[in-house]
């Protein structure tokens, strides 16, 4: 129930509530029975007829609180005290009592709340500039009255004293650190009430927290410099390390949490950042003599500062490219692709491990090995305008996946795609890859020298990963033609079964699209890749013509419209050879087995006879002729020059195929029509870059366009400045683009 307002003796009632509040700031006790009653006497005195006596209440409970304070830094400066533990002592009991207070003083509180607003809304309306007096809750008083009268005036002593503390504890002796915290928290505390927040800590800085950061500049840069001189550079890292990580304990035990930063901060420019030129140094005969837990440790330290990590990145940077130098001399030396390969491997796994165990794998350090690791692969002599990489990375890939590998299990397989797929990522000549990967894999697949196609698909799924769909469609094409061309076997197989029409030799037939294999001018024209001559005729042996024309009938009843052009250049056969001691089954290419098989029906035979049996030119027929000399299978008599069967002849092996003697010749030349297609193949892909950055843009001035253009190519190869150049003059001519009239530096589109 609401008690009425009263008149009020305010002295007589002061006398009461004092010693009450006495009590509480004492923490003597307060009975119940008293405690209500004093609470009622502050109501009334509110409440007072017929003026209400809360501001002389208020002014006299400021005034006893400012003694109290008083008394309460008397104690905390005594000459016989110590400070710290006096001064947690005092505040402890003081920051509860007013809280008690707050209580007590409850009507006060709502009383000045309701006047404060209807004073504020007052002060806003009317035209004076004079404000009212303002009054604060009895705890945000109390509080701020311990601020004005103990921590404004006793904090050069009290923060002496923790600073103090704080410094015995760096050195492993422990003093008061029971109640450092909550000392120091103090500064924090009495503003908590503070708007805006902004200036809560305000105190906290000004009398705490500039001392703080300048003792532990101080005292880190004396610790640093006596570590130094006593230790060696593996040791201080060590004792660096263990003496942030303690710091860093100690900050989080006792000081304020928006100290901890700026703390540590300090420690690091002292211990870490003053010394940084010398731990780098340091850094580049870690990496020489393989210092591996030095150089973790060293990261540790050096991801403290700002851009340390990037100047660390540099030297590795560096260190790579020179460890990778013996791969690049390795290239240029006309190495084996396994060599040089091993070799990029060597520098690549080491680094890469060092990057995942010892340096977290942070994103400087792996920036820094992929750009290094490209700056290796992509390196070329200067005799050469391409690197050899791409060559021999897909040779490399191609001895892998061939049938040829022995005594591998399929998991060291894919282990070695794997590998070679991280290295493919390096190379920029992508479109130069391509073209040799293409024509290994057909390679492979024609005369079924694969080892699986799982393994095939598994690396054309890693190539398309870094490239994307478009780049590998080519090859995945390659992939299905020979799935499909199993199955039409087998339906052949069963056609001819169905119809009693059965085959005078085992026969299998390879349909490939026209477009999707890395032909010149498609399948039908295959033999001299580069756009040669076309392939020679022959005279097909009478066992394969009838096999040709039954596929023939069979095709064309499975497929109407298409047309077939069989590529006997590609084409390969097995003879078996049953004129010697042991019979052997031999794999050959289709001109060899034309240029072997009259041999049947002669003993010795003239190379006119054979020119007219085969039907081949002279150049093809002198090929097969020299590769079956070659191979002992035929024996040239010189005086009679003819060519008769070896009778005698003998092969550790079975099963063989037929080597031609030109492989390496034709290697070469392949190589040489690859770079000179890939330079044709830009020179078109930059003039359609071009197009499409003018049509879209209309006008560009010249560095623009070849920014565009280097971006738009930049994943498959990196354009030359000055092939861009010569294109865009080429598109001049052609009346794609033009120059500006009034600038010559810009370009415009001609629709």
């Given amino acids: 129930m609401m008690k009425r307002p009263k008149t009020a003796n305010f002295n007589e009632s002061w006398g009461t509530i004092s010693k009450v509040t006495t009590a509480v700031m004492s923490e003597s006790g307060v009975s119940q029975e008293e405690w209500v009653e004093q609470i009622t006497s502050v109501y009334y005195l509110c409440m007072a007829m017929p003026n209400p006596l809360a501001e002389p209440l208020y002014d006299r409970l400021k005034e006893y609180l400012v003694e109290h304070v008083k008394r309460c830094r008397e104690k905390v400066l005594a000459e016989d005290s110590d400070i710290i533990p006096t001064y947690y002592q005092q505040y402890n009991t003081f920051s509860r009592g007013a809280s008690y207070l707050d209580n007590l003083y409850m009507h006060l509180n709502q009383y000045f709340t309701k006047r404060t607003i209807k004073n504020e809304w007052c002060d806003h309306y009317r035209h004076s500039t ?25 904090h050069e002593q009290l923060v002496s004293a923790i600073l103090q503390d704080i410094t015995y504890d760096r050195r492993g002796v422990s003093a008061h650190s029971g109640i450092l915290k909550d000392v120091i928290h103090s500064f924090v505390e009495v503003q908590t009430h503070e708007e805006p927040t902004g200036t809560v800590l305000q105190l906290y800085r000004d009398l705490f927290e500039e001392r703080l950061l300048a003792n532990t500049r101080e005292f880190y840069q004396k610790e640093a410099q006596k570590l130094y001189e006593k230790c060696t550079v593996s040791e201080y890292m060590n004792r660096v390390i263990e003496k942030l990580d303690e710091e860093e304990l100690r900050l989080r035990k006792f000081i304020y949490h928006t100290s901890i930063a700026p703390c540590k901060k300090e420690c690091v420019m002292k211990m870490i950042a003053d010394y940084e030129h010398i731990l780098l140094d340091e850094f580049k005969l870690m990496l020489r003599d393989d210092r591996i837990e030095d150089l973790s440790r060293l990261y540790i330290l050096i991801r403290r500062l700002n851009q340390g ?28 692709p396994q060599d040089y390969v091993d070799a990029l491997l060597l520098v690549f796994s080491k680094f890469t491990g060092l990057v995942t165990n010892n340096l977290s794998n942070d994103r400087n350090f792996a920036d820094a090995l992929d750009r290094s690791m490209t700056k ?38 894919e282990e070695r795609l794997r590998k070679f797929i991280d290295l493919f990522k390096y190379v920029e000549d992508k479109d130069l890859f391509q ?6 894999l057909a390679n492979r697949l024609i005369h079924n020298m694969s080892l699986s196609w799982d393994l095939e698909e598994t690396a054309i799924n890693g190539l398309k990963d870094r490239c994307g769909y478009e780049y590998t ?137 054979l020119k007219t049996a085969s039907g081949l030119d002279q150049s093809e027929l002198s090929k097969c002729l020299a590769t079956l000399v070659d191979s002992t299978m035929v024996i040239f008599d010189k005086e009679k020059e003819t060519y008769s069967l070896n009778y005698g002849y003998t092969n550790r092996k079975a099963k063989f195929k037929l080597q031609t003697s030109s492989i390496k010749e034709n290697s070469e030349k392949e190589v040489t029509t690859a770079y000179q297609s890939v330079d044709e193949d830009r020179r078109i892909y930059i003039q359609a870059a071009i197009v499409r950055s003018m049509k879209s843009r209309k006008s560009l001035n010249h560095n623009e366009l070849i920014q565009m253009v280097i971006n738009m190519s930049k994943d498959r190869f990196s354009p030359s400045i000055n092939m861009i150049k010569k294109c865009v003059e080429v598109l001049i001519e052609k009346q794609y683009i033009e120059r500006s009239s009034t600038d010559k530096d810009t370009y415009q589109y001609l629709a």
């Fill in 130 to 154: 004079e404000k009212t007096k303002k009054f604060e809750k009895v705890q945000d008083l109390a509080m701020n009255i311990w601020r004005d009268e103990m921590l404004e005036k006793v």
């Fill in 309 to 336: 990590c990037k100047k660390m990145a540099d030297i590795f940077h560096d260190h790579i490219f020179e460890k990778g130098k013996g791969s690049i001399e390795l290239m240029n030396s006309g190495c084996t």
């Fill in 435 to 440: 073209k040799f990967y293409g024509k290994k």
């Fill in 473 to 609: 469609s080519p090859l995945q094409r390659m992939i299905i033609d020979m799935k499909l061309s199993d199955d039409l076997t087998k339906e052949l197989d069963q056609y001819l079964k169905e119809n009693n029409s059965p085959l005078p030799v085992a026969f299998s037939v390879n349909i490939l699209q026209s477009g999707a294999w890395p032909f010149a001018s498609g399948p039908s024209t295959p033999a001299p890749e580069g756009g040669g001559a076309a392939p020679p005729e022959f005279n097909i042996p009478q066992d394969l013509a009838i096999c040709i024309d039954k596929f023939k009938e069979f095709y064309s009843l499975k497929h109407s419209g298409r047309r077939l052009k069989f590529v006997f250049p590609l084409s390969s056969g097995t003879v078996g050879v049953n004129y010697t001691q042991r019979q052997y089954t031999v794999s050959m290419s289709a001109y060899q087995v034309a240029t072997f098989l009259p041999f049947q029906d002669g003993e010795q035979l003239s190379r006119e006879a």
């Fill in 376 to 413: 290796i692969v992509n390196s070329t002599s200067d005799t050469k305008r391409y690197p050899r990489s791409s060559e021999l990375l897909v040779r490399h890939a191609d001895h892998i996946l061939r049938k040829n590998v022995k005594n591998v299990s399929l998991t060291e397989v």
